[in-house]
């Protein structure tokens, strides 16, 4: 500990029990992520996640999901849908499909490793070109 930190503490000691409740309060305040900013972990995300889905079921129901602690909800979520509806695994409701699985599902291929074949892609989709050089 610095000289300045024993300093801040010292005073921090000296303020009388209203004052060093206040000043809890405005470093606990500081101390929020503020909602606008974007998460930066994993943790974040879900934490965020979770907030919504509780907001939900606090509105719509059902109402014994919200004792589930983050803990909990870290193992049973799963998503939540298009229409702002949170699930838990045991819905039993498959993910939505992404525009990913749309796209590789419209690749019609035996070829695994897909990047092996790009040139012959290009050539084939937009003809040989003289200023390419393979």
């Known amino acids: 500990m610095n000289a300045l930190e024993q300093e801040i503490i010292?005073?921090?000691?000296?303020?009388?029990?209203?004052?060093?409740?206040?000043v809890r309060a405005r470093i606990a305040a500081a101390s929020k992520p503020d909602p606008g900013d974007p998460p930066r972990t994993e943790a974040?995300?879900?934490?965020?996640?979770?907030?919504?889905?509780r907001a939900y079921w606090t509105q719509h129901g059902p109402s014994d999901r919200l004792a589930l602690t983050d803990?909990?909800?870290?193992?049973?979520?799963?998503?939540?849908?298009?229409?702002?509806?949170?699930?838990?695994?045991?819905?039993?409701?498959?993910?939505?499909?992404?525009?990913?699985d749309?796209?590789?599902?419209?690749?019609?291929?035996?070829?695994?490793?897909?990047?092996?074949?790009?040139?012959?892609?290009l050539r084939q989709h937009f003809g040989p070109s003289d200023e390419r050089t393979d």
């Open 102 to 121: 749309d796209l590789i599902g419209s690749l019609n291929t035996d070829v695994t490793d897909l990047s092996t074949s790009v040139r012959s892609t």
């Open 44 to 53: 974040d995300v879900r934490r965020r996640l979770y907030a919504r889905a």
């Open 10 to 22: 010292d005073k921090f000691h000296q303020l009388d029990a209203d004052a060093q409740q206040r």
């Open 71 to 100: 803990a909990e909800l870290d193992e049973q979520f799963a998503f939540i849908d298009a229409n702002g509806v949170p699930h838990l695994h045991a819905d039993n409701i498959p993910a939505p499909a992404t525009a990913l």
